[in-house]
């Protein structure tokens, strides 16, 4: 389906989404926003889709934000809509059953940080810069960032970041854990696509499992957490795939998943 906002492609496996508003620097606007849940939704539903890229047009931002020309306008009601819509569409993207990782190629600001930390992983371009600015704006962050940025990086560090509003670059999001790696601009996508293949030659449920354990967990305490990690594991013993994959391991061959 043609999308006003989206580049979509689909290419061995892999879903290639981009937020495709360069002009505005791929700035999020409720239609962007709705394409975007549109899009989530279709890829889960997608068997062929076993990893998705998420990334923004041109070569100056991912995403830099909210659009601040609708922000501008809002009503307090029309802005609680809009973030619970917003919420709703970075839940789907967080609980999408399959690995989302984000190819940061510039700014990700405000919501694109937010969406950034909505993917499962995160790589960074050398000229990425990450932050939440909306305090320069006289507003807060609502697409989860006042939430998801402490648990990636921790309550003093995401303080910092919230309430100075200030940007940080490639190397010091690395550094504190916000992206995975960085890359050259040129080596962004390659290393994304590599990363992807690495999950893609694992047996796809275990996949799946495992990352939802890892995100339900985080809401958990530790004892609940360990009870979801025991059903599930128990779950991915019933499988195919880990008969396939023991039997593999032994057998001194590649394992062939069928992904049941
Ligand atoms: N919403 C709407 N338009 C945006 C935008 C946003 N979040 N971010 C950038 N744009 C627009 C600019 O208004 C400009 O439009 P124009 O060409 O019609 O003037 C265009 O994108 C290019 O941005 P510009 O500011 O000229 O680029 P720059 O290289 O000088 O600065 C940024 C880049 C990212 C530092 C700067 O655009 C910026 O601070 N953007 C807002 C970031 C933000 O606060 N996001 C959180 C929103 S809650």
Redesign the pocket.
Known sequence: MPYENLLYEKREGIAYVTVNRP???N?LNAATMRELGECFAGIAGDPEVRVVILTGAGE??FV??????E?AVLTPLEAQETTLRGQAVLERIENLGKPVIAAING?A???GCEIAMACTLRVASENARLGQ??V??G?VPGYGGTQRLPRLVGAGLALQMVLTGEPINAAEAYRIGLVNQVVPAAELIPTCEALAKKIMANGPVAVRLAQEAVHRGLNMTLSEGMNLEATLFALACATEDSKEGTRAFLEKRPARFAGR
């Open positions: 002009k505005v620097l700035a100056k931002a830099a934000g909210a659009d601040i020309n922000l700014y600001l405000g919501g600015p909306e320069k704006l507003i």
